[in-house]
């Protein structure tokens, strides 16, 4: 099948699973954006242009983010449910996926959620369990991790339950749409691939699992967002009152 194809079949997923390609008609000129690679470039305590801190930055404007880690954890959190979503999407209707190496990825730090994704080269790995680990867990969300913490200090656990979070929730989407659609072979295989990233080390401890059902060890704090509330898989049955750090870890 032709590449813009098999992204087209992601569509009516919805807006999570949308990975547009350079051959595209829709959209901005790619070669205007940042690549992914950038952004997860060191920040510099004063690098206002760096796409990964204006993309914090109009996060939070749009939410009310009391500060910046807050905003940070929702930036992150929304940019790995995107990636996710393409990686297991390909994975369960396909049987592969694009290559989602950082470099080929352009994306929209202004672009309302969810996040504006372009893949400037279209290559094919295996979508085996470990490909979708590297290609997203090592290729992009630990990078995005480290550049995060060293700006923003948050905490390494409550970002690999960001991460966690998200695959869940993308794990389920999936199974609602294959059911809907009575495709079983991508629900069985989406089922399988996220029982297997699930069984990764940067992922086994982050929270409990109980089908595709998710209770995670962590907050992502966007309880401290007016009006936010705790997230239905929060290690919080309500929003705490204590110090708006004790969730970090």
């Keep these: 099948m032709d590449p813009d194809r098999e992204f087209d079949a992601l569509r009516p997923l919805g807006g999570f699973f949308v990975l547009r390609t350079a051959t595209a008609a829709d959209g901005p000129c790619p070669g205007r954006l940042p690549t992914l690679a950038q952004a997860y470039a060191p920040v510099a305590p004063d690098a206002h242009g760096h796409p990964l801190a204006a993309r914090v930055r109009t996060v939070a404007d749009r939410i009310g983010a009391p500060e910046p880690r807050v905003a940070a954890s929702v930036a ?6 995107r990636l996710w979503s393409v990686a297991l999407g390909c994975a369960a209707l396909h049987g592969r996926l694009p290559d989602l190496d950082p470099g080929l990825l352009r994306w929209d730090p202004d672009a309302t959620a969810p996040d504006d994704l372009w893949l400037t080269e279209v290559r094919r790995p295996p979508a085996g369990a470990r490909t979708l680990a590297d290609a997203v867990l090592h290729g992009h969300l630990e990078p995005l991790g480290e550049s995060l913490r060293a700006r923003y200090g948050i905490a390494a656990g409550l970002l690999r339950g960001n991460a966690a979070s998200a695959l869940a929730a993308t794990a389920r989407e999936l199974d609602r749409w294959a059911r809907v659609n009575r495709r079983t072979e991508v629900a069985e295989r989406a089922r399988a691939r996220t029982a297997e990233l699930f069984a990764h080390p940067l992922l086994r401890t982050t929270g409990t699992r109980a089908g595709l059902a998710f209770r995670r060890r962590s907050c992502c704090l966007y309880y401290r967002v007016p009006g936010g509330g705790v997230c ?11 110090s708006p750090r004790a969730a970090s870890g």
């Design 232 to 242: 239905a898989d929060c290690c919080f049955p309500r929003p705490p009152r204590s």
């Design 76 to 81: 992150h959190q929304a940019l790995a449910a």
